[in-house]
T-cell receptor
Framework: DTGVSQNPRHKITKRGQNVTFRCDPISEHNRLYWYRQTLGQGPEFLTYFQNEAQLEKSRLLSDRFSAERPKGSFSTLEIQRTEQGDSAMYLC????????????FGSGTRLTVV | SQQGEEDPQALSIQEGENATMNCSYKTSINNLQWYRQNSGRGLVHLILIRSNEREKHSGRLRVTLDTSKKSSSLLITASRAADTASYFCATDDMSSSASKIIFGSGTRLSIRP
């Protein structure tokens, strides 16, 4: 598989529960991004990794959100104590070093908080 | 906050017609990209145009860039039903070390059979 893979595709959770999403980037890509997209809007940047280092975080990423990329390969995004406002599509993208701004996106994980 | 604004927000045309979408952005850029997103799916990269380019073609797609006006347009010629999707422009954030891309709010394109 040469694409960006995200799991699960859909997640329904009750308010207050924790959820974790996984992203497997294209294997030779050292940059990994997380975006969030709400209905009718464009994706908003959440965070960025270069290899295992988390180099930038958006102010949208409250302290209930944490992202990791422990070995510079796959990444996880965890949301603690979910709120209804967290309902969105969470998109992961990866790109090779040196290609500024170019990313291959996964199909996303759609989170619904009830 | 989002960098770009697409215009129109929604567009409905007859199959076979051409579709034109516009994008305006706020800050200096190195490049501008257009993406397509089918309903409920991830984004597909369509085309990238660099700041020193004025026009680029790819199949039925034609993109223009006017850096003096901070605007871009995407033209889809001879539209097909499969072109029905949302289209987003995206620019790189030169103030960021992350090489992140910032998206506009999108144009929802519907092709009527």
């Amino acid at each position: 598989d040469t694409g960006v893979s995200q799991n699960p595709r859909h997640k329904i959770t009750k308010r207050g529960q924790n959820v974790t999403f996984r992203c497997d980037p294209i294997s030779e890509h050292n940059r990994l991004y997380w975006y969030r997209q709400t209905l009718g809007q464009g994706p908003e940047f959440l965070t960025y990794f270069q290899n295992e280092a988390q180099l930038e975080k958006s102010r949208l990423l409250s302290d209930r959100f944490s992202a990791e990329r422990p070995k510079g390969s796959f990444s996880t995004l965890e949301i603690q104590r979910t709120e209804q406002g967290d309902s969105a599509m969470y998109l992961c993208a990866s790109s090779p070093g040196g290609q500024k701004g170019l990313g291959t996106f996964g199909s996303g994980t759609r989170l619904t908080v009830v | 906050s989002q960098q770009g604004e697409e215009d129109p927000q929604a567009l409905s045309i007859q199959e076979g017609e051409n579709a034109t979408m516009n994008c305006s952005y706020k800050t200096s850029i190195n490049n501008l990209q257009w993406y397509r997103q089918n309903s409920g799916r991830g984004l597909v990269h369509l085309i990238l145009i660099r700041s020193n380019e004025r026009e680029k073609h790819s199949g039925r797609l034609r993109v223009t860039l006017d850096t003096s006006k901070k605007s871009s347009s995407l033209l889809i010629t001879a539209s097909r039903a499969a072109d029905t999707a949302s289209y987003f422009c995206a620019t790189d954030d030169m103030s960021s070390s992350a090489s992140k891309i910032i998206f506009g709010s999108g144009t929802r394109l519907s092709i009527r059979p």
